[in-house]
Nanobody, 118 residues
Framework: QVQLVESGGGLVQAGSSLRLSCAAS????????MGWYRQAPGKERDLVAA???????NYAGSVKGRFTISRDNAKGTVYLQMNSLKPEDTAVYYC????????????WGKGTLVTVSS
């Protein structure tokens, strides 16, 4: 059974940083594209960033230069370092795994809430 478990969310002030982690189990981690999606209240779920097994990355324009996705294949973990957070980054963040570099959506975690106050 595939499990993706996110951690690291919380309440922070604008301009702060947070690092999200996602521990994966039940899959051959190194074979999957890993991603982070987010869903703000009343909005659709959108891709934030993705990383291939080889380390190629893909970012949404709204987070490019502020967020960094990385992975540790030995630990089966993917990270999202979020800097210079803005109130509009407030959302539930979901860890995902899949085969598509542009939409890795085969498996989903349950999400972790990030709230950025102004």
């Amino acid at each position: 059974q595939v499990q993706l478990v996110e951690s690291g969310g919380g309440l922070v002030q604008a301009g702060s940083s947070l690092r999200l982690s996602c521990a994966a189990s039940g899959l051959t981690f190194g074979s999957y594209v890993m991603g982070w999606y987010r869903q703000a209240p009343g909005k659709e779920r959108d891709l934030v960033a993705a990383i291939s097994s080889g380390g190629n990355t893909n970012y949404a324009g709204s987070v490019k230069g502020r967020f960094t996705i990385s992975r540790d294949n030995a630990k089966g973990t993917v990270y999202l370092q979020m800097n210079s957070l803005k109130p509009e980054d407030t959302a539930v963040y979901y860890c995902t795994a899949g085969s598509s570099f542009w939409a890795p959506t085969r498996y989903w975690g349950k999400g972790t809430l990030v709230t950025v106050s102004s």
